[in-house]
Structures are given as structure tokens and as C-alpha cells.
């Protein structure tokens, strides 16, 4: 007897049941993680919501092929189709960012950094970055990063009384540095980043300029916030933040066909990345991913898209609002992006950033406790909170909501009894009812 053959259509539509008739416990971890997102505030600034049809192109038979190379030119045979998935995603993410160049093969954001850092520099070259502990990111040279291993990283701060950067400090400290490559972009920054000003301090040192957009990529590309793109040299993101598969991508602007020199070989600035890209650092990228990136930059360009970027701010800038109202101090002030920073040690006496995670998600009120700038708390007990609004704006939750929610956060903080720096209590009739409270506004914007 012949078994007959599934259409495409009859495959991929059976995916969760398939999950479901061979692992009953993964289909049941995945349903539980449902239930979770569907339940509780997702407040966590580095998460997104992505849609069902990138979750589709992930969950494709496009993940099995290996074709390490870039299209047209693989090392494997039968490429054709996902050449064309490639190309795809590639004209889509130049389109989205404006760009030039763009590489679409990156596993995740850190991995599109390690492969700008392996293009351009030799052992012991010399970065500049945003420290760690300042907001910046891991992959910008972080000594317990693999990008802080084997070169000679320096890093600039923000200033001690304002938090902000300030751009004539770092331009004396580049001019004392004398870096060859100049890392902006950061994790925990909520103030607009002025690009331009990178690039004539890079500039006025023939330094290279890295721009990690990974945070504000939506923003970017929408024009809620200034695009890096024609100043920096490369400009990386992860494609999860901006509500994408999880991945990566590097778009280059005027620089791209650059002919620079490494390690005595001179070509263009976006060959030395591809080939830095496959062998250097990766293999066959993952052509799932790459699909659902395709789907993903192609949402970008709507105007549901562009108009729920200003929207993350606008939320972000009145939940800011309505918690400065309760009490909290807000880290600079206010917001200009997605992103609300809160030092909760200056709410409350004794209060700390474990403290105030660890409480408000017992009440399912999810958010990140984070080290702030000069933060005298240890990584594990810290002083801040980050709270970040794309997931509650993707579904579709606006003014009056954010003010619920600052109440929320504000009765939390207020009810948790401190017992040492990262040791509490809470009530449990009053967690409960919380709980409740949440799941009821929840239930009023379903994930779709
Ligand atoms: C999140 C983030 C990354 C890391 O992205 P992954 O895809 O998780 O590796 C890199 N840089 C910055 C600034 C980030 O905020």
C-alpha cells in the first residue's frame, strides 16, 4: 500500500497535534507558557509579542536545510528555494532600515556583534564601549564575555548626576583611547542616543562606529527614534526585541562598500563581514529563522506597525508619568523610548531590585530587576527595575491601562514586608487579590 503524500498545507497545519500525540509534556510546557503570557503582565522591556505567522515560518520544513554560504553561493546542494527565502529577507530588512547591506544570517544579537568584532579587529585592539555596568550590553567587551577575552576594552559612562550620556566626555576619552572601534547602543538607556555625535568622535579618530540597536530597533525603524543606520559603520539587532523571530541582523548605510584593509587583505566593508559571518563564527544560519525574519520586516513596513512603535512610547511615557505621580523616582526623568528605569531603593527604605521582581511577580507583574549606573547593590540584589512597554502596546493596551498598571506596581511595593536585602513576605490574601485584578485586565487583551 502507498502512503499518500501530505500537501504542504495538510504538514504544517498539524504542527501543535503532532507536539501533542508524541510529547504530551513538552505540548504541555508550551500550553503552560501560554497560559502564563496570557495571564500575567508581561512588563519585561527586552520581549516582545511576535505574530502567528512568524511563529509558522519557524515551525516550517524550511528548518532543515543546511546551506552554510550566502545565496547563489552554498557549499550544499538543493539551495534554491531557500535562496530565494533568504534574498527575500534581505531586500525586506534594507527596505526596513533604509540600508544598503544587510545580513540576515546572525543566530542572535550578541552573535552579530562577535561577528563585527572578528571582521574588524586583531587580538588586543582596542574598543570603546558602554560598560556593563552602565547599561551596556555583554557582547560590548564585557570581561565575562568572550568579547572582552581577547581585546583591549575601555569604557565610557554616563554621568553621575543626570545619567545621561555626555558627548564631550566621551569624545576626550576616545581622543585619549584612541580606539579602533567605537561601540554605542546599550540594554539599560532610556534617553535618545545622538548617533551623529558617535560617528564625529569616531571620525575624528578614524575609529570604527558599532551601533547596537537591538533595544530600539522597532523605534528605528518606524522614525520614532534617530536611525544609525548612514552613521554608523554597522548598525546589529536582535530580531526578537523588535518583535521578530528570536535572531539577528547587521544593515550597513553609506559605508558599506568601503574598501578597507584586515589583516592584510583589502575588500569591501560587507564582504569582510559575510566572511566573518560563514566560516568565521557560524555555520549553516538558520533558514527558519531567516523565513521568519522575511515575515517579520515585512510586517514592519505596515502602518500597524510604524503607528504601534510611537504607541510603545506614548504608553511608556505615561506609565513613566503615572508612577513618578505614586512616588517613584524615575531614572532621568521620564522615557523617550520604550524603556522605564525606577530606582525602587529611593521608594521605600531597604527596598531592593530582587525585592521589587521577585514581589511584583508573585503577583503577576513580570519586569526585570536591573543594576542602574553607580548602583552600590550587588548584579544579584540591585537597586532598579526595568519595565518596558512592547508586549502590553502589541496588545492593544493604552492610556487608561497604563495608569492601572502603575497602581498596581505601586500597591506591590508598598505591601511587600522587607526582610533583608533580597528576603520579603507578602500577604497572601492581598497577593491573590492581585493576581486577580491582573488576570482581569488581562483577559481584556488576548494575545492575537
Ligand atoms: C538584547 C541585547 C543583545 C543580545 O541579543 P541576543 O539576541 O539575546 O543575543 C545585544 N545587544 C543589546 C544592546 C541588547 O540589548
Not at 54 to 81: D, I, M, Y
Not at 374 to 385: C, F, L, P, R, W
Request: hydrophobic share 40%; glycine share 8%.
Amino acid at each position: 500500500m502507498f502512503l499518500e503524500k501530505l500537501s504542504s498545507q495538510a504538514y504544517h497545519e498539524g504542527i501543535l497535534s503532532a507536539l501533542k500525540d508524541t510529547d504530551r509534556e513538552v505540548y504541555e510546557l508550551v500550553t503552560k507558557e501560554y497560559e502564563r503570557l496570557q495571564s500575567t503582565l508581561q512588563l519585561i522591556a527586552a520581549e516582545n509579542l511576535c505574530s502567528r505567522a512568524v511563529l509558522a515560518a519557524l515551525g516550517s520544513v524550511v528548518q532543515n536545510k543546511t546551506a552554510e554560504g550566502f545565496p547563489g553561493v552554498r557549499l550544499h546542494g538543493g539551495c534554491e528555494v531557500v535562496d530565494d527565502v533568504e534574498r527575500l529577507a534581505v531586500a525586506r530588512a534594507k527596505e526596513a532600515f533604509g540600508a544598503r547591506y544587510a545580513n540576515v544570517q546572525p543566530h542572535c544579537g550578541s552573535g552579530a556583534n562577535q561577528i563585527i568584532l572578528t571582521a574588524l579587529l586583531e587580538r588586543g585592539d582596542k574598543i570603546l564601549s558602554l560598560g556593563l555596568d552602565q547599561g551596556g550590553h555583554f557582547s560590548h567587551g564585557s570581561r565575562v564575555s568572550f568579547t572582552g577575552k581577547f581585546f583591549d576594552v575601555e569604557n565610557y559612562y554616563v554621568d553621575k548626576e543626570t545619567f545621561l550620556l555626555d558627548y564631550d566626555v566621551i569624545r576626550e576619552q576616545a581622543f585619549k583611547v584612541k580606539p579602533k572601534l567605537i561601540i554605542c547602543g546599550a540594554s539599560v538607556y532610556s534617553r535618545t542616543i545622538d548617533f551623529k555625535k558617535f560617528r564625529e568622535i569616531a571620525e575624528s579618530i578614524g575609529a570604527y562606529l558599532l551601533a547596537d540597536i537591538s533595544h530600539i530597533s522597532g523605534l528605528v525603524i518606524a522614525g520614532a527614534h534617530p536611525s544609525p543606520v548612514d552613521y554608523a559603520h554597522f548598525t546589529t539587532t536582535s530580531t526578537y526585541k523588535p518583535g521578530g523571530p528570536r535572531g539577528g541582523v547587521i544593515v550597513m548605510g553609506k559605508d558599506a562598500d568601503l574598501q578597507i584593509k584586515v589583516g592584510g587583505k583589502e575588500s569591501r566593508l560587507w564582504e569582510h563581514i559575510e566572511k566573518a559571518t560563514f566560516p568565521g563564527m557560524q555555520g549553516t544560519p538558520y533558514l527558519n529563522s531567516i523565513a521568519a525574519k522575511a515575515v517579520f520586516f515585512k510586517e514592519t513596513l505596515s502602518e500597524e506597525y510604524k503607528a504601534r512603535q510611537f504607541k510603545i512610547i506614548k504608553n511608556a511615557k505615561r506609565l513613566a508619568g503615572a508612577l513618578t505621580d505614586l512616588g517613584m523616582d524615575v531614572v532621568t526623568g521620564g522615557t523617550d523610548n520604550h524603556m522605564i528605569l525606577i530606582n525602587v531603593a529611593n521608594f521605600r527604605e531597604g527596598l531592593t531590585g530582587v525585592i521589587a521582581q521577585k514581589s511584583l511577580e508573585q503577583c503577576g507583574i513580570v519586569v526585570d530587576m536591573i543594576k542602574l549606573p553607580y548602583d552600590k547593590g550587588s548584579a544579584t540584589v540591585a537597586s532598579g527595575i526595568r519595565l518596558g512597554t512592547p508586549v502590553v502596546t502589541k496588545n492593544r493596551m493604552g492610556a487608561e491601562e497604563m495608569d492601572s498598571i502603575a497602581s498596581l506596581i505601586e500597591a506591590v511595593l508598598k505591601k511587600v514586608k522587607i526582610a533583608g536585602s533580597s528576603e520579603y513576605r507578602i500577604d497572601e490574601s492581598f497577593r491573590e487579590q492581585t493576581r486577580d485584578r491582573v488576570k482581569q485586565l488581562c483577559s481584556r487583551f488576548p494575545m492575537r
